[in-house]
C-alpha cells in the first residue's frame, strides 16, 4: 500500500524508491519494498509448474498439470464425497487481485464444507463481532488515527507491522502526530516493543488477560458516569441490557489478574472518556487468544460507551472505490460444524485448526486431498509437525504457490503463478482497511514472460476444468471478465459512481465524473478520497437495523471471562509471539537483503526468568508445549514482563526437501511446532498464538 517507483532498463530493475508524490505514503516505504527486486530476480522462485514423481519434481507443460489436477480433485470427490477435499487459502490471497477475483469460483467449483484461510490464524474474531454487531462479517472498524487525540492499543506493534487493519503509510510518523497534536497514545502489550518509542505510555499487561483490563475500563466509566454514547443510543438497541452485565466486577481483581494497577486502569477510563475523541484499537496480539472474539466486542462497548463509534477522531468505516462486500448484508456464523472438533463455521469458513485433525481422522467425511492457496500452512498453523504428518499421507496435494517451501513439498504438483512485478495490482481488501479512503492503480512493472501464468489464470483454468468434469453435459461457460474489466465496474458501480472528492493536495477539488479505471489511471501515484466518513446507520446491516449491543454469543462468553475472573490464579510461563520489520510471515526469508545480520529467533527471557531457571543470555534452552518442543537462543531481556517469553512466527527452513537457499542457510525455528492446535478461542474457534503456557529449561 506504499507508493513505489521502480526504475528498470529493458529486463533489469535498477532501483526501488519509496513515492514521494503518492498522495498517501508520502514517499514512506519498508524493507520489504526494496525486496520486491530479491524476490523478483530470486532464482529459487518457480516459473513452471512442477510435478512430483516418484520423489522427484519434475517439469509438467500447463495444460496437462491443470489437468492432471482437476482429474484427481474431482476423482476424490467422486469416490468420498465433496468434503473430502479441503481447501486453505492464504494471507497472499488478499494482496492479489486476480486471487480476490478469481477465489469464489474455485471454492463453489470445489463445493466443500472443508475451507480455510489464514483469517483464523489472525483477524477473524474482529470480523465475527462485526457480523453479530452490526451484521456484516466484512465490516472492520478501523482507528481514525490521523484525527484522534487519545489512542488506547492494545497488542499491535505497528513499527513492525506498518499498521494492521490500520492501513497507513508511514504510520509512525501519524502515530507521532497525536502527540504533536496535544493528544495521547497508551500501548498495552507484554512485551516494550518497537511501538513503545513512538507513543507516550506503555504498559505491561500478562498475555491472555485483556478482557479483564477492558472489563475493568468499563466498570470503571460506569461507576464514574462518563458514558456518553451521543447520536449511538438512538442507533443501537438493548442499552438497559448492557451496563448490567458488569455488575460485580472489582478492578482488584482485575487488577491481579491482569498485571495494571488499579491507579493505571483508573486514570486510563478517564482519559479516555473525557478525551475530545479517542479510539480503543487491538490487533495481534488481543485477537489471537483464549478472548479473542470477546476482546474485540469488549473494545467497542468501550468506544460506544464514550461515543467513539463512527465518528471522527475514534472506530470508523472506510467507504472503499470498490466496495461490492459492503452494499448488502454478509457472513454467518455456526450454520454447521466441522466434523472433528464441532467448531463453528464462520462466513463459510471453518477454522484453520480444523485442517490438520480433518485429514488425520479416520472415517466418513475424512479429508483426502488438498488444495493450498498462497499459503504456508505448516509453518503458520499451530501445531506444524501435525500438519507435517497430515499433508504427508493424503491422497493428493496441489499448491498454487511460486516457492518450494514446507507447504508445498507435500503437494504432488506445484502451480506457480508470476511474481508481484508481473501483473496488475489494485489493492481490494487494504484499501478497505486503510485510515483513509484511497484508490490507487497499478500496471505490471514487466511483461509477464513467455509461458508464464498468473494467479488469475491459474485458478481460472482450474475452476473451468473441475466445472466441465462435474458437469460434462453443461455448455461451455461464458469467459470471465478479466480483474481489470470487474475491477472498472465496480469501481463504476460503486459509492463514487456519481463523483468524487479529490484530496491529493489537501484539499478537496470535486470531481462530477464517475470513479472508473480509466479515470484512476489517470492517478498513477494513486487517489486519496478523503477521509473516513460517519457511515452509520448505512452500515447497519441487521435485520432490524439497528446496532447490536449484547450479542447473546458474547455474553455467554462474558460468563466465562467472569468466572476465570474469580478463579484461581496460574503462575505458567506464557510465550507470545512478535513481528520484525524485515520479516513477512513466512515466506520473505530467500531475500539476503532481509536476512542478513544477527539471527532474529532469539527467545526472550526476563532476567529474573532467567535467573529464576538458569538461563544465560546467548546459551541453548529446550521450551516445551502439549504440542512438542523446540530448542532455542535464550536473549534475556527485561523488554519481556516476568513470566513471558517471545519468539517469531514464519521460520524453520530446516524441514528436509525445501528449495529455499538463502533462507536454509538461516532457517531458525518454527515457533508453531509448539503453538497448540487444541488451544482456540472457543467462542471463534480462531487459533490461540499468543499467551500459550510453556515450561522452559536450559539445555
Ligand atoms: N505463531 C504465530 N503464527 C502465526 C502468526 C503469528 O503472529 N504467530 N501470524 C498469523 C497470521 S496474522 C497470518 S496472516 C498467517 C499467514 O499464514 P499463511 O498465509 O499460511 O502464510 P504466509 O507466510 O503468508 O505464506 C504465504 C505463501 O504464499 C506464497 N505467495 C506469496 N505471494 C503469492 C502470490 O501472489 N500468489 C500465490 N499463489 N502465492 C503467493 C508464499 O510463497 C508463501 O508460501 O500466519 C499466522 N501464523
Ligand atoms: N514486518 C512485518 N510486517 C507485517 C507482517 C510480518 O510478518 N512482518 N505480517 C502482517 C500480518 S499478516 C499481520 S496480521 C500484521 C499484524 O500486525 P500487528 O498485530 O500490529 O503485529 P504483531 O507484531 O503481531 O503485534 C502483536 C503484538 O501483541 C503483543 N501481544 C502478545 N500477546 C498479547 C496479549 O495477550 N495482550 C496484549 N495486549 N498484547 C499481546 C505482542 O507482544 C506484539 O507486540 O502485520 C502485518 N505486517
Ligand atoms: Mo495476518
Redesign the pocket.
Known amino acids: 500500500m506504499c507508493g513505489v517507483v521502480i526504475e528498470t532498463r529493458g529486463e533489469q530493475i535498477l532501483s526501488i524508491k519509496g513515492d514521494k508524490d503518492d498522495p498517501h505514503s508520502e514517499g514512506h516505504i519498508?524493507p520489504?519494498g526494496y525486496a520486491l527486486q530479491d524476490l523478483h530476480n530470486d532464482p529459487d522462485r518457480l516459473r513452471t509448474p512442477l510435478e512430483k514423481v516418484n520423489g522427484e519434481w519434475l517439469p509438467i507443460d500447463w495444460d496437462s498439470a491443470l489437468d492432471k489436477v482437476a482429474a484427481k480433485l474431482v476423482d476424490i470427490q467422486r469416490r468420498h464425497g465433496n468434503d473430502s477435499i479441503a481447501g486453505y487459502w492464504g494471507?497472499p490471497s488478499s494482496h492479489n487481485l486476480g486471487l480476490m477475483m478469481a477465489s469464489g469460483t474455485l471454492r463453489k467449483a470445489i463445493g466443500t464444507r472443508n475451507i480455510s484461510s489464514?483469517a483464523s490464524l489472525?483477524?477473524m474474531p474482529h470480523q465475527l463481532v462485526s457480523y453479530l454487531m452490526f451484521g456484516h462479517s466484512q465490516l472492520f472498524t478501523i482507528p481514525d488515527i490521523d484525527r484522534t487525540q487519545y489512542m488506547l492499543m492494545?497488542?499491535?506493534?505497528?513499527a513492525?507491522?506498518?499498521?494492521?487493519l490500520m492501513t497507513a503509510g508511514d504510520i509512525l510518523k501519524r502515530l507521532e502526530r497525536i502527540s504533536e497534536r496535544g493528544g495521547k497514545v497508551v500501548l498495552?502489550?507484554?512485551?516494550r516493543?518497537e511501538?513503545a518509542r513512538y507513543v507516550d505510555e506503555h504498559l505491561f499487561?500478562?498475555?491472555?488477560?485483556?478482557a479483564f483490563f477492558l472489563l475493568g475500563l468499563i466498570r470503571h466509566v460506569l461507576d464514574q458516569g462518563l458514558v456518553k454514547p451521543g447520536r449511538l443510543r438512538d442507533l443501537a438497541d438493548e442499552w438497559d441490557a448492557l451496563a448490567p452485565l458488569f455488575d460485580g466486577i472489582s478492578l482488584e481483581q482485575v487488577s491481579a489478574r491482569c498485571g495494571i494497577a488499579v491507579p493505571d486502569i483508573k486514570r486510563i477510563a478517564e482519559d479516555f472518556a473525557n478525551a475530545e475523541c479517542a479510539v480503543c484499537y487491538?490487533?495481534?496480539?488481543?485477537s489471537t487468544?483464549s478472548y479473542g472474539a470477546l476482546n474485540h466486542w469488549l473494545m467497542l462497548v468501550l468506544n460506544i460507551l464514550t461515543g467513539n463509534l463512527d465518528s471522527p477522531g475514534g472506530m470508523m468505516f472506510t467507504t472503499p472505490a470498490f466496495n461490492k462486500a459492503q452494499s448488502r448484508p454478509m457472513g454467518s456464523f455456526n450454520t454447521y460444524q466441522s466434523r472433528v472438533r464441532g467448531l463453528p463455521e464462520f462466513d463459510s469458513y471453518f477454522p484453520a485448526v480444523t485442517l490438520a485433525e480433518e485429514m488425520l481422522t479416520p472415517g466418513e467425511g475424512q479429508v483426502r486431498g488438498f488444495v493450498c492457496v498462497a499459503g504456508n500452512p505448516v509453518l503458520s498453523t499451530p501445531n506444524g509437525r501435525q500438519m507435517d504428518e497430515a499433508l504427508e499421507q493424503l491422497e493428493f496435494m496441489v499448491s498454487i504457490d511460486f516457492y518450494l517451501n514446507e507447504t508445498s513439498r507435500h503437494a504432488d504438483i506445484i502451480l506457480p503463478p508470476t511474481g508481484p512485478l508481473e501483473h496488475e495490482q489494485y489493492d481490494i481488501v487494504f484499501n478497505m482497511l486503510a485510515v483513509r479512503n484511497l484508490a490507487r492503480f497499478s500496471d505490471p512493472v514487466f511483461e509477464a514472460p513467455e509461458g508464464t501464468r498468473c494467479d488469475w489464470d491459474i485458478v481460472q483454468g482450474l475452476t473451468a476444468r473441475i466445472m466441465a468434469l462435474k458437469n460434462p453435459d453443461a455448455p461451455p461457460p461464458r469467459a470471465m471478465p478479466r480483474p481489470e474489466q470487474i475491477l472498472d465496474h465496480g469501481l463504476q458501480t460503486g459509492p463514487y459512481a456519481e463523483g468524487f472528492y479529490e484530496y491529493n493536495s489537501g484539499e478537496p477539488v470535486k470531481h462530477d465524473e464517475p470513479l472508473s479505471l480509466e479515470v484512476l489511471k489517470r492517478y498513477p501515484h494513486g487517489l486519496d478520497l478523503g477521509p473516513m466518513r460517519e457511515s452509520f446507520p448505512g452500515y447497519l446491516f441487521t435485520a432490524d437495523k439497528k446496532l447490536h449491543l449484547t450479542p447473546p454469543e458474547l455474553v455467554d462468553d462474558l460468563g466465562r471471562a467472569l468466572a476465570e475472573l474469580r478463579g484461581a490464579e496460574n503462575g505458567e510461563l506464557m510465550l507470545?509471539?512478535?513481528?520484525?520489520?524485515?520479516?513477512?510471515?513466512s515466506w520473505m526469508h530467500n531475500s539476503k537483503r532481509l536476512v542478513k545480520g544477527k539471527d532474529r529467533c532469539g527467545m526472550l527471557v526476563h532476567p529474573a526468568d532467567a535467573e529464576r531457571l538458569g538461563l544465560a543470555d546467548g546459551k541453548p534452552a529446550r521450551i516445551a508445549s502439549r504440542a512438542g518442543e523446540l530448542l532455542v537462543r535464550v536473549e534475556v531481556s527485561d523488554e519481556v514482563m516476568p513470566g513471558v517469553v517471545?519468539l517469531p512466527h514464519?521460520w524453520g527452513h530446516d524441514r528436509e526437501g525445501v528449495s529455499l537457499r538463502v533462507a536454509q542457510t538461516n532457517p531458525g525455528v518454527n515457533v508453531n511446532d509448539i503453538t497448540d492446535d487444541q488451544v482456540v478461542d472457543p467462542l471463534s474457534g480462531n487459533a490461540v498464538l499468543?499467551?500459550i503456557p510453556v515450561s522452559v529449561v536450559a539445555a
Open positions: 519498508c520489504k494471507n489464514a489472525d483477524q492494545l497488542g499491535a506493534n505497528p513492525a507491522s506498518n499498521g494492521s498495552v502489550d507484554p512485551r516493543t511501538s499487561i500478562r498475555p491472555g488477560t485483556d487491538g490487533r495481534m496480539g488481543v487468544q507470545i509471539g512478535r513481528r520484525d520489520l524485515r520479516t513477512n510471515n517471545c514464519g499468543n499467551g
